[in-house]
């Protein structure tokens, strides 16, 4: 097929850009298990189909519990997770010490997983456009979509740049903005946005090997082999879709950055270097929206995956695969469920 992206700034500079660019099942959804599995290969195996390295590295994952509830949520969702195929089992405070001699030694229990990892999330863009120019797609960056008018036959898409594209199929792939690109076709779709805070730090020597987090959610690590730490967790800056992230809240950098100590007391030896932003999508049941956009045939809509940085590149296949007729490793998630639903309240 003849293939046109068009991106309202450069390749991969919003979500994808600036992610954890964390390959964990620890943090995936259940039901998303089976996708991360395949998508965590295919970062590994990125230089064969994408053409580039990313920085993949495979490594093994802790997932810690500090607190009698945490043990409980640990325990609980491991157990939903190994049910969904990952390969999660329960350990005692000893043997995850003697992985990781790291560690805080007043945690309660831990989560292992011995397939788990990390990628440069700012090389995705770099790949991913060598790729799709070599791969004969045009590509328009600085061309943001205003309007879509669908004919009988074909879209006719309008850019900001006042280009005019037309267009036997459509795919709208543009995660948190997912909302109103979705509003040009006259579909109702809420997406939530959450403005996630990342912090790294300068360069400092080994003191994590693994990819560590809290069974709580509040706490992701890693460090790259440079010796930058990378701190996540989710906690939350202010922004919106329309003007990004503005501003972090100093409050959430600073318990994120004490309880990324309190599990790794070594961190205290390092400064922050930088701080910045990420944009996640989330639907109203926290599922992906992927398949057919219901009501305007030959367009398709992929985005709001939990963890979506893991699965995206197989998502991306499963959605292509459908396109063309193929038929499906595993099954996609149909959009029409969540058209007028709202987002609930937290």
Not at 82 to 92: C, F, L, N, Q, T
Request: aromatic fraction near 6%.
């Amino acid at each position: 097929m003849k293939v046109v992206l068009l991106d309202r700034g450069e390749i991969c500079r919003e979500a994808s850009g600036v992610n954890a660019g964390t390959l964990t099942l620890h943090m995936t959804r259940a039901a998303l298990i089976p996708y991360a599995q395949a998508g965590r290969q295919m970062w590994l195996d990125a230089p064969d189909w994408l053409g580039q390295d990313v920085g993949a590295v495979a490594t093994e994952g802790l997932s810690l519990a500090f607190t009698e509830a945490e043990c409980e949520l640990l325990e609980k969702r491991a157990a939903i997770r190994r049910e969904h195929g990952a390969d999660i089992r329960i350990i005692d405070p000893s043997h995850a010490c003697a992985i990781e001699p790291g560690l805080d030694p007043g945690l309660l229990k831990a989560a292992y997983c011995e397939t788990d990892g990390y990628a440069a999330a700012y090389l995705t863009g770099r790949a991913f456009r060598s790729a799709l120019v070599r791969a004969g797609v045009t590509v328009l960056v600085n061309h943001g979509v205003e309007k879509i008018d669908k004919g009988n036959a074909q879209f006719s898409i309008y850019a900001s740049s006042s280009e005019r594209i037309q267009a036997r199929r459509l795919i709208l792939s543009g995660g948190v903005w997912l909302e109103s690109m979705l509003a040009l076709l006259g579909v109702d779709i809420r997406v939530k946005c959450l403005i996630n805070q990342l912090v790294i730090t300068e360069r400092m020597r080994p003191v994590m090997r693994t990819v560590i987090s809290i069974a709580n959610g509040l706490l992701s690590l890693k460090q790259f082999p440079n010796g930058t730490v990378l701190i996540g967790g989710g906690w939350q800056g202010g922004g919106d879709p329309q003007r990004g992230g503005v501003e972090t809240i100093p409050d959430n950098l600073i318990g994120n950055m004490r309880l990324a100590q309190w599990t790794v007391p070594a961190l205290a030896e390092g400064r922050v270097a930088r701080v910045w932003l990420g944009l996640e999508a989330e639907t109203a049941d926290a599922l992906p929206v992927i398949g057919a956009v219901p009501g305007v045939p030959d367009a398709y809509v992929i985005g709001s995956v939990h963890s979506g940085y893991t699965s995206g590149p197989y998502m991306g296949k499963l959605l292509a695969d459908n396109i063309l007729g193929h038929e499906l490793e595993l099954p996609l998630f149909d959009p029409a469920r969540l058209v007028g639903r709202p987002i609930p309240e937290h």
